[in-house]
């Protein structure tokens, strides 16, 4: 029996390598992050895409590398043409702005690819519950089934 697909987004890494937040909340959802990489990843064969590895560059060097160091050894999906159609038709129907591009493209990746898990933090164009029946139905529409969008803590209650 083979593990669960899983595409970890931008904010799994990220989250797992900074500075411990002020903010309780944010704080906690570092924490939780943290167990559940410990705790829980070898329960699921993971993948992420080169979308986050562009991320996962930007800001203090030593943050970067630290990013990219836990993603190393995780497979990375192709882009393909399901993927890029599906991330247009996200933001041409207003699912996912487009300032914010690479979500629709996280989205995308993971549909096309037929992961069944996206673990994200991003709860604004991602994990957001007023959007997550559009993206649903964009992905229908794709003829692709929309991955389980969830939280490492929702994640660790299912």
Not at 47 to 70: K, N, W
Not at 87 to 114: C, E, F, N, S
Request: with cysteine.
């Amino acid at each position: 029996m083979s593990s669960p697909t899983l595409y970890l987004e931008t904010t799994i890494p990220s989250y797992l390598v900074a500075r411990p937040s002020r903010d309780v909340r944010l704080a906690a959802d570092q924490l939780t992050t943290r167990e559940w990489w410990d705790e829980s990843r070898h329960d699921y064969e993971l993948f992420t895409s080169q979308t986050v590895l562009d991320e996962v560059q930007h800001g203090d060097p030593a943050f970067a590398a630290a990013r990219r160091e836990q993603l190393a050894g995780v497979t990375l999906l192709r882009n393909i043409s399901e993927a890029a159609e599906l991330a247009k038709r996200l933001l041409r129907d207003q699912i996912v702005p487009v300032v914010a591009a690479a979500d629709a493209t996280h989205i995308a990746l993971a549909a096309a690819h037929g992961m069944e898990y996206l673990l994200t933090w991003n709860c604004k164009h991602i994990n957001n519950h007023r959007i997550r029946s559009r993206i649903e139905r964009a992905c229908e529409a794709a003829g692709l089934l929309c991955p389980d969008i969830c939280t490492p803590a929702e994640l660790m209650r299912a």
